[in-house]
């Protein structure tokens, strides 16, 4: 067992260590430009036009440095960020807070998260899996506590066509970004392939751990009956996914 977790770990660290940048990828909205940047195994979400974005997410300690020169590539000015949303309270997500903070930016997470958040510890969730039993040995740390801005209604950012739905699931705090209706976030309510999505990032799986992996799978099918104009999907690890694949990954899953 000892050996076989070993060649686990290094092969977590392996994707991570070469998928530390990721190439951007954007979808144009009109004047609304999309992209998600991935920074060790997390995409970062960038939303912008004329000189007013936000994002969506930070990934781990350290991920707001490597993120800086990836934003600086899209021509995105950090004063122009009004705000960071985190999709959940988790230290791949959340665990760079604090240097968002010093660079002056807001940073928005949903009340039902606040508690992990604060104490830097992952809530508790279910561990679905072989292979997540092995990663929570090495994922699910501490990381550095964190006081952003709480809101506990949805909320939109007109400017930017922006709406933030709070869905639960993963986590009890977990929410799904949706840009103009078309192109949506949704943290960890499902993955992309494995390792980070080093491997098959295009394949729709079951994350690792949730709260309640219902109300997560019943969030993303809410999202699809709800909203017929989304067409790309973007989860936190690996995609992007189209509407298509979701709503057959779902359908076979028995939602």
């Known amino acids: 067992m000892r050996d076989c977790t070993s060649l686990v770990l290094f092969g977590l660290t392996l994707a991570l260590g070469m998928s530390a940048c990721g190439s951007p990828r954007r979808t144009a909205l009109g004047d609304i430009e999309v992209?998600?940047?991935?920074?060790?195994?997390?995409?970062?979400?960038?939303?912008?036009?004329?000189?007013?974005?936000?994002?969506?997410?930070?990934?781990?300690?350290?991920?707001?440095?490597?993120?800086?020169?990836?934003?600086?590539?899209?021509?995105?000015?950090?004063?122009?960020v009004d705000r960071m949303i985190i999709t959940h309270g988790h230290g791949d997500h959340a665990g760079d807070i604090e240097a968002v903070q010093d660079a002056g930016i807001d940073v928005w997470l949903h009340a039902d998260d606040e508690a992990a958040v604060a104490e830097g510890q992952n809530s508790d969730t279910e561990v679905i899996g072989l292979e997540a039993a092995v990663l929570d040995l090495f994922v699910t740390g501490p990381f550095p506590p964190s006081t952003p801005k709480l809101f506990a209604e949805d909320f939109v950012i007109p400017d930017l066509k922006v709406a933030v739905h709070h869905v639960g699931g993963h986590t009890a705090g977990s929410v799904v970004v949706l840009v103009d209706d078309k192109v949506a976030f949704v943290g960890d309510l499902l993955r992309g392939g494995n390792l980070g999505g080093l491997v098959a990032p295009e394949v729709p799986l079951v994350h690792y751990f949730h709260v309640d992996q219902d109300v997560s799978h019943q969030a993303l099918?809410?999202?699809?009956?709800?909203?017929?104009?989304?067409?790309?999907?973007?989860?936190?690890?690996?995609?992007?996914?189209?509407?298509?694949?979701?709503?057959?990954?779902?359908?076979?899953?028995?939602?």
Do not use: M, Y
């Open 35 to 80: 992209h998600a940047v991935r920074i060790d195994s997390t995409n970062i979400g960038v939303i912008h036009r004329r000189g007013q974005a936000v994002l969506v997410d930070v990934g781990l300690e350290g991920a707001w440095e490597k993120f800086l020169p990836e934003l600086e590539a899209l021509k995105v000015d950090v004063d122009d």
């Open 221 to 255: 099918r809410d999202l699809l009956d709800e909203h017929k104009d989304v067409h790309t999907i973007w989860p936190a690890h690996g995609g992007p996914f189209t509407r298509d694949q979701v709503d057959t990954w779902l359908t076979g899953i028995g939602f």
